[in-house]
């Protein structure tokens, strides 16, 4: 009897300590991640995602009338359409301040019998939508051109586009000009959606159809004119008249002579870029000069050649003294010279004058443009105690564009820099490392290897999950892992930091304190708004000189095989780590913060040890297939 007593005691401590009472008495509860209260939400197509826990675990969560997937301890993501309130509204945040939204999420949360219900408020940018026909008006909302002040020369063109109520006649006036200019109403339709086109489905367009688009344009005359307005004329029918000034004013350089600008050094070199704010075509180092001529607001056009511009920011020249020379150069000499690790490319020039240097694979090549430059190239010296540089032939290409092909001779190009030392244009470009080769059991790609890590993000957190776990604390932990692997198969492995965060500049001057063969930077991914989470996400790799392809390439197959998650996919983008000529550099993303499951893999020693597995496996095939 005494035995069956006691073996229902233990039966019921063991109850008491499995079961959790206080489980149905937790207060019930939404901690929201992302978005919190106010923020900026940049969604082309109305859509976002939200992100955080809820308590307790066994709660069903509604937002915006859809029941959300809710992981075991409580975490979840749900995609949505935010919902617009018709006019901004203002709302008191925790701190006191105050902020305007217009726009909500609508939270519903079921658990322990009780059900609470309440608004989660944020800004976003309204869609694209036709004006009202009831009243005659411009949509100030809308980028209408031109915006912005510029000084161009005789001849360009100058495009006008503002969106107002539909069914107008419109026309243009310029101040001081006594005729008006007619302009056509347009529409907008199948425009897609940049952050689907990048991250998600493609070009996935919208079956929306903006009216009410005015467009016209006009060519500037040969006539002294300073700071004239634009004035945009409306006349409907029913609705009465309206003009409307745009912001802009127009001048037209009337000078004999180019406004001569010289660049300013600077940390990160001067981005020239295809337009003002757009894509980045070249990098140029301080104390070049170049002609401008034209100004748009902030921005300066440089004129490279007859028939090649870039935009620069105005902070980043100075305007040298009116009459000054126009730069331009010619070349008699080429020649060669052999360093330790290097093959310095030497270019003479009488000043220094915009460049151009282009990567090209097959063959193995760079290619440099040389910009105000004419070719009276009769030698090219070869030092023939190197090898790398194998042949160096030249082309005008135009009257003012000299080109000079470098080939090299070996498998891949480990990276390059470029300086001016006075008027001589160097090129220092690097030799191949000492790879011993993998035969049988004999030889290790990784031995001796120089490898930078760069932990990504810190002091700022990067993306952050459901959990509220950081990118910047998984970034670091995963980077220490694959420092351990790799310096286990004897690679000489370098941190940009340890902990401590730093910014891009000083990340990059540290890539290059260390000289290293490869430079990667370690990240974890999230999307913009309007990309579905639960159908794009994944491993995915990022280069952008074309020699950091290949490694690319390779580490990029090996997280898919290690981490069997979904194929995110390989990009050249625009990213400063990968920015980095003078070595091969890339940057990878090996599972997204923002999946709840694919969270919880980051934040577990087995999982960043497959991620560094994976790394390591990565370069040791790229070191076996570039090894001389």
């Not at 190239?377 to 540089?389: A, G, K, M, N, T």
Request: hydrophobic share 40%; glycine share 6%; proline share 5%.
């Amino acid at each position: 009897m005494r035995i069956k007593k006691k073996l229902v005691f233990l039966l019921l401590i063991v109850f008491l300590s499995l079961t959790n009472f206080s489980e149905g008495t937790e207060t019930p509860q939404v901690k929201i991640v992302h978005p919190s209260a106010g923020t900026v939400l940049n969604t082309q197509n109305g859509f976002c995602y939200v992100l955080g826990t809820v308590t307790p675990s066994n709660a069903k969560l509604f937002i915006n009338g859809d029941e959300a997937q809710i992981e075991q301890d409580g975490a979840f993501i749900h995609y949505t359409r935010v919902i617009y309130e018709s006019q901004d509204l203002i709302i008191q945040l925790p701190d006191s301040s105050t902020l305007p939204v217009n726009a909500y999420l609508d939270f519903k949360l079921i658990a322990n019998g009780v059900t609470d219900e309440f608004k989660h408020y944020v800004k976003t940018n309204l869609p694209l939508v036709t004006s009202s026909p009831e009243i005659l008006q411009v949509d100030v909302s809308f980028s209408n051109q031109p915006n912005v002040n510029q000084k161009l020369l005789p001849g360009e063109v100058i495009d006008l586009k503002i969106k107002a109520t539909p069914g107008c006649n419109a026309a243009f006036s310029i101040s001081g000009v006594k005729e008006q200019f007619p302009m056509v109403e347009t529409f907008i339709t199948n425009e897609f959606y940049l952050g689907e086109a990048i991250f998600g489905s493609g070009f996935v367009q919208s079956s929306d159809t903006v009216k009410g688009i005015y467009e016209g344009h006009f060519i500037l005359p040969n006539e002294n004119w300073k700071e004239r307005r634009l004035t945009v004329h409306f006349s409907h029918e029913k609705l009465g008249k309206l003009d409307y000034a745009l912001p802009g004013t127009i001048t037209i350089n009337q000078s004999l002579q180019y406004d001569i600008v010289e660049l300013l050094d600077e940390p990160n070199l001067v981005v020239g870029r295809t337009a003002q704010g757009l894509g980045y075509k070249l990098f140029l180092p301080g104390g070049i000069k170049a002609i401008c001529d034209g100004e748009i607001q902030d921005w300066l056009r440089l004129r490279l050649a007859k028939n090649e511009i870039v935009f620069v920011p105005r902070s980043s020249v100075k305007f040298l003294p009116a009459g000054s020379s126009i730069p331009k150069s010619s070349i008699e000499v080429v020649r060669t010279k052999n360093e330790e690790d290097h093959v310095r490319v030497e270019i003479g020039l009488r000043e220094r004058l915009p460049f151009e240097i282009k990567q090209l694979s097959n063959p193995l090549r760079l290619s440099v443009k040389i910009f105000r430059a004419v070719s009276d190239i009769d030698w090219i010296f070869y030092d023939r105690s190197q090898s790398l540089v194998e042949n160096i032939e030249w082309s005008q290409t135009s009257e003012d564009i000299l080109e000079l092909s470098i080939d090299l001779n070996q498998k891949l190009l480990w990276g390059y820099s470029f300086e001016y030392e006075g008027n001589i244009l160097i090129l220092k470009i690097k030799k191949s490392p000492q790879i011993s080769k993998k035969w049988l059991f004999f030889g290790n790609p990784l031995e001796g290897r120089k490898i930078v890590l760069d932990p990504g993000h810190n002091p700022d957190f990067g993306s952050v999950g459901p959990r509220n776990v950081k990118e910047k604390d998984v970034n670091l932990q995963i980077t220490l892992k694959v420092k351990e692997l790799l310096e286990k198969e004897g690679a000489k492995v370098f941190l940009t930091h340890s902990g401590e965060g730093i910014s891009l500049r000083q990340r990059k001057q540290k890539v290059l304190s260390f000289n290293p063969d490869v430079s990667i930077s370690i990240h974890n991914n999230a999307l913009p708004e309007g990309v579905n989470p639960f159908e794009h996400n994944g491993s995915s790799v990022y280069f952008y000189n074309a020699n950091a392809k290949l490694l690319a390439e390779s580490i990029h197959k090996n997280l898919l095989q290690q981490l069997k998650l979904k194929d995110f996919g390989l990009y050249w983008d625009n990213l400063y780590m990968c920015r980095i000529p003078e070595t091969v550099a890339i940057l990878i993303e090996p599972a997204f913060m923002i999946i709840p499951q694919q969270e919880k893999l980051l934040s577990s020693d087995e999982f960043q040890y497959k991620i560094a597995e994976a790394v390591k496996n990565g370069l040791e095939e790229f070191f076996q297939r570039v090894a001389e």
